[in-house]
T-cell receptor, first 113, second 115 residues
Framework: DQQVKQNSPSLSVQEGRISILNCDYT??????FLWYKKYPAEGPTFLIS?????DKNEDGRFTVFLNKSAKHLSLHIVPSQPGDSAVYFC????????????FGRGTSLIVHP | DTAVSQTPKYLVTQMGNDKSIKCEQN?????MYWYKQDSKKFLKIMFS???????INETVPNRFSPKSPDKAHLNLHINSLELGDSAVYFC??????????????FGPGTRLTVL
């Protein structure tokens, strides 16, 4: 029962272009969403988050968009850089209930120079 | 000064053995977690501790026993290892138990291989 789905296992983008990573969720109780970035042989590191009261949150080159009606969020990276090449995990939590985040299986982003 | 550290980084062992993985955080966080990342790449919560007290224990075989001697440490002991236990185990911590803006800080992972 995958409550958080990242349907694209990988994404390849040219340096300088936009990277768009997608995430869908099924649990309507989720109200807080996070993106983590993971390099090989390291643990995930927090990147950006968004609360369900917002539909957009921006931090430098990274922007997360939330569409609650579609139960969909996306992470935009503009412009993409080779150092952004990593696995990106989407996570969602129900802060009023089972607050432990549920993770997707990740999308591997490769940014070509 | 690593925020969340795990030892060992790699662990290769035979079926039936007992092994432990140690985790320490120097962030002063109240809550610590163990996650398992299996071959399908999902990060699945195993345990959550808050101020040394077990809060969450997902459907994990009782061969897995977490121990928290203090708020900064959460160790994972595994008895009678099985082939299916092969995975990467991540320790994590967060400032508090619940609520938004409570992102987790992860350790580097321990790759366990059971032969």
């Amino acid at each position: 029962d995958q409550q958080v789905k990242q349907n694209s296992p990988s994404l390849s983008v040219q340096e300088g272009r936009i990277s768009i990573l997608n995430c869908d969720y099924t649990n309507s109780m989720f109200d807080y969403f996070l993106w983590y970035k993971k390099y090989p042989a390291e643990g995930p590191t927090f990147l950006i988050s968004i609360s369900s009261i917002k539909d957009k949150n921006e931090d430098g080159r990274f922007t997360v968009f939330l569409n609650k009606s579609a139960k969909h969020l996306s992470l935009h990276i503009v412009p993409s850089q080779p150092g952004d090449s990593a696995v990106y995990f989407c996570a969602a939590s129900d802060t009023g209930g089972s607050y432990i985040p549920t993770f997707g299986r990740g999308t591997s982003l490769i940014v070509h120079p | 000064d690593t925020a969340v550290s795990q030892t060992p980084k790699y662990l290769v062992t035979q079926m039936g053995n007992d092994k432990s993985i140690k985790c320490e955080q120097n962030l002063g966080h109240d809550t610590m977690y163990w996650y398992k990342q299996d071959s399908k790449k999902f990060l699945k919560i195993m345990f959550s501790y808050n101020n040394k007290e077990l809060i969450i224990n997902e459907t994990v075989p009782n061969r897995f026993s977490p121990k928290s001697p203090d708020k900064a440490h959460l160790n994972l002991h595994i008895n009678s290892l099985e082939l299916g236990d092969s995975a990467v185990y991540f320790c994590a911590s967060s400032p508090r138990l619940a609520g938004a803006y409570n992102e987790q800080f992860f350790g580097p992972g321990t790759r366990l291989t059971v032969l």
